[in-house]
């Protein structure tokens, strides 16, 4: 079959006006962000440096830094734990209701969080929870449901004939959990892990209400108090800060591909 030249041009031209707005913010992003005198124009670097780099790994945006790793990775690692220890008797015991309940969750949790905010601020104030912990704590709360929908699911799937004869053999339940549930289950719970990390790297309206104090804020709330500071916009600071907040995340994608594309494929909803 002969290809039309015209349609061929304007295809290839189609594409190459898609491929240029795809790749521009990435470009502007990174061209200002290894020029040290950056004005914040896609433009070639007059002056390559790291710069500002080091200007977004120091004093206050640095403390960022560590604050969203710590609210990051403990959400996600208290939403496991939780969520283990409350899906594995969701899926070995016959307890009446127990579809209804975890469907009941997940509508719950399809509210948005602003609608909970006012609660969940007040419980933490009145447990003297106005803080990072606090912020995990209400980050786990809200992560629950799918948490607890994702890894029933998962622990459904293990077969039940091996941890009867773990316990045959004299296995506590601690050892069933821990030597076979988990390790079978170990992608199920990357999965988890990543979406409760990303979910709370990125999450700004709690840290912003609870932490109160600029010393407990993390980078997704420095990312925008940095707009406009001192009436000046630092655009290579910021583009630079931008790309330090995102590595995280997708360093984590990387570490946990392999069992990610296996969880992936095994999330399933069956109710």
């Known amino acids: 079959m002969e290809t039309n030249p015209a349609h061929s041009r304007l295809t290839a031209i189609a594409l190459a006006f898609m491929a240029v707005i795809w790749v521009s913010p990435f470009s502007w992003l990174f061209l200002n962000a290894f020029d ?3 004005v914040g124009r896609l433009a070639i670097p007059q002056s390559v440096g790291l710069d500002n780099f080091a200007m977004a790994m120091s004093g206050n945006a640095g403390r960022q830094f560590l604050n969203s790793m710590l609210i990051a990775a403990g959400t ?3 939403s496991v734990v939780v ?4 899906a594995y008797p969701l899926s070995r015991l ?7 309940f975890l469907w009941t969750l997940v509508l719950l949790r399809m509210l948005p969080s602003a609608g909970v905010l006012v609660p969940l601020y007040f419980a933490a104030q009145r447990g003297g929870l106005l803080n990072q912990l606090g912020v995990i704590i209400a980050l786990t709360i809200l992560n629950l449901p799918f948490t607890l929908l994702l890894l029933k699911n998962f622990f459904d799937t293990v077969p039940i004939e091996l941890e009867e004869a773990a316990y045959v053999e004299g296995a506590s339940l601690f050892q069933i959990v821990t030597r076979i549930v988990l390790p079978m289950s170990r992608a199920g719970l990357a999965v988890v892990w990543f979406f409760s990390f990303t979910g709370a790297w990125n999450e700004f309206l709690l840290p912003l209400i609870f932490s109160r104090v600029q010393d407990g804020f993390p980078m997704s709330v420095g990312l925008y108090a940095a707009f406009g500071q001192q009436g000046a916009i630092n655009y290579g600071f910021l583009a630079a800060y931008s790309i330090i907040y995102a590595a995280p995340a997708v360093g984590v994608y990387f570490l946990l591909r392999r069992n990610m594309n296996t969880g992936f494929a095994g999330v399933g909803v069956k109710g």
């Open 36 to 38: 040290t005198a950056s």
């Open 94 to 100: 016959r307890i009446p209701g127990r579809n209804a």
């Open 83 to 86: 969520g283990i220890a409350a």
């Open 76 to 78: 996600a690692t208290l």
